[in-house]
T-cell receptor, first 115, second 111 residues
Framework: DTEVTQTPKHLVMGMTNKKSLKCEQH?????MYWYKQKAKKPPELMFV???????INESVPSRFSPECPNSSLLNLHLHALQPEDSALYLC??????????????FGPGTRLTVL | SQQGEEDPQALSIQEGENATMNCSYK?????LQWYRQNSGRGLVHLIL?????REKHSGRLRVTLDTSKKSSSLLITASRAADTASYFC???????????FGAGTRLFVKA
């Protein structure tokens, strides 16, 4: 199984809502990533988990809260978002063994719209 | 911050022609990778080239890396309509898991 799955595919939420994005992989990868991508822009790294520990937080606002319950799952909890947070949120995983030479496997993304 | 800069931003060619995309970066790297993204979908890894390699091939793809000029190019030969996508280079920052993507080239291959 070489697939990274993300749910939901689409999410519309109000600024006062609380929602969560879910990412799952069963490739035994030990590094997992969250990216944010605006239209016609490249993905921007948000968070990296390595061996279930947060290793990189790219100064992301606290209204985004990541969680890695186990080595196969990665969540992104959303609270009090702003309309400018509307974007495609991509999850990725990599073996986590080679560090900078890891190939990342991406999920299809969650299209988030904040009203 | 975006380390990789790519040109052209957009490229339109006929099926069967070759497509060349370029990427430049600013700091030292251990490797450079190329990814493809179909519209609004996840990214797919194409090829990785290490800093001590100068050229690499994979099927119709040819990647070069010039560390002295801090640049890389991706050549797609005999393009097909299915190659229509955005192409991104991605670099590490000398270690760790931090990956920085270039601005990307949007390729349109006309049948």
């Amino acid at each position: 199984d070489t697939e990274v799955t993300q749910t939901p595919k689409h999410l519309v939420m109000g600024m006062t809502n609380k929602k969560s994005l879910k990412c799952e992989q069963h490739m035994g990868h030990r590094a997992m990533y969250w990216y944010k991508q605006k239209a016609k822009k490249p993905p921007e790294l948000m968070f990296v988990y390595s061996y279930e520990k947060l290793s990189i937080n790219e100064s992301v606002p606290s209204r985004f809260s990541p969680e890695c319950p186990n080595s196969s799952l990665l969540n992104l909890h959303l609270h009090a978002l702003q309309p400018e947070d509307s974007a495609l949120y991509l999850c990725a995983s990599s073996p986590g063994l080679a560090g900078p030479t890891d190939t990342q496997y991406f999920g299809p993304g969650t299209r988030l719209t904040v009203l | 911050s975006q380390q990789g800069e790519e040109d052209p931003q957009a490229l339109s060619i006929q099926e069967g022609e070759n497509a060349t995309m370029n990427c430049s970066y600013k700091t030292s790297i251990n490797n450079l990778q190329w990814y493809r993204q179909n519209s609004g979908r996840g990214l797919v890894h194409l090829i990785l080239i290490r800093s001590n390699e100068r050229e690499k091939h994979s099927g119709r793809l040819r990647v070069t890396l010039d560390t002295s000029k801090k640049s890389s190019s991706l050549l797609i030969t005999a393009s097909r309509a299915a190659d229509t996508a955005s192409y991104f280079c991605a670099t590490d920052e000398g270690g760790g898991f931090k990956t920085i993507f270039g601005a990307g080239t949007r390729l349109f291959v006309k049948a």
